[in-house]
């Protein structure tokens, strides 16, 4: 198994400008998150599913829309790319097991690396 | 509002030291919590998760214990080497949520000294 995998490794963007984080995870997780990591700080929740067709906004959503038309699949979009959203971007997984509402340990991908200038 | 806290911010230690990491969060209902290793421009590895109703977890020279009355967690690393220098992110999945996510610390970034 891949695990979780997220493309591109970097990237640059100029203000204004749109794009799509990509994520995939080879393990039929139901859960997939997106988190963004400012330097120095810990990882905020930006959007998240706990399903195919099923998502929510996290702590940090704005300027930031999600979809999951797939299990293995979790793209994230930014809009009119703004200097603050210059972060570093990560992707995670898990399984939430029969029964139980929370997922278990979560899997994360090596992230994406984003600075807009 | 769950924060967690990580103190210290950076430790640096000579190898062979056994050292202790602390993660303190300010609600005691959770549904576990899981300590992660990052290491420069990387992902996060996740190194132990302990669930709510366990008192530590043990994986080779880490042991991670958790007081969840006193909203306290400690990460113990035994006899140190240079490749456990990294940055170690403590995070906690609330309890009652239906989401799941993590809410993390701000990490320790661990050095060890040959």
């Known amino acids: 198994n891949a695990g979780v995998t997220q493309t591109p490794k970097f990237r640059i963007l100029k203000i204004g400008q749109s794009m799509t984080l990509q994520c995939t995870q080879d393990?039929?997780?139901?859960?997939m998150y997106w988190y963004r990591q400012d330097p120095g700080m810990g990882l905020k929740l930006i959007y998240y599913?706990?399903?195919?067709?099923?998502?929510d906004k996290g702590e940090v959503p704005n300027g930031y829309n999600v979809s999951r038309s797939t299990t293995e699949d979790f793209p994230l979009r930014l809009e009119l790319a703004a200097p603050s959203q210059t972060s570093v971007y990560f992707c995670?997984?898990?399984?939430?097991?029969?029964?139980?509402?929370?997922?278990?340990?979560?899997?994360f991908g090596p992230g994406t690396r984003l600075t807009v200038t | 509002k769950q924060e967690v806290t990580q103190i210290p911010a950076a430790l640096s230690v000579p190898e062979g030291e056994n050292l202790v990491l602390n993660c303190s969060f300010t609600?005691?209902?959770?549904?576990?919590l899981q300590w992660f290793r990052q290491d420069p421009g990387k992902g996060l590895t996740s190194l132990l998760l302990?669930?709510?109703?366990?008192r530590e977890q043990t994986s080779g020279r880490l042991n991670a214990s958790l007081d969840k009355s006193s909203g306290r967690s400690t990460l113990y690393i035994a006899a140190s080497q240079p490749g456990d220098s990294a940055t170690y992110l403590c995070?906690?999945?609330?309890?009652?949520?239906?989401?799941?996510?993590?809410?993390f610390g701000k990490g320790t970034k661990l050095s060890v000294k040959p």
């Open positions: 599913s706990v399903g195919a067709g099923i998502t």
């Open positions: 995070a906690v999945s609330q309890d009652g949520g239906s989401q799941g996510n993590l809410i």
């Open positions: 609600d005691s209902a959770i549904y576990n």
């Open positions: 393990m039929n997780h139901n859960y």
């Open positions: 302990i669930q709510s109703s366990q």
């Open positions: 995670a997984s898990s399984y939430s097991i029969g029964g139980r509402v929370l997922p278990e340990e979560q899997y």
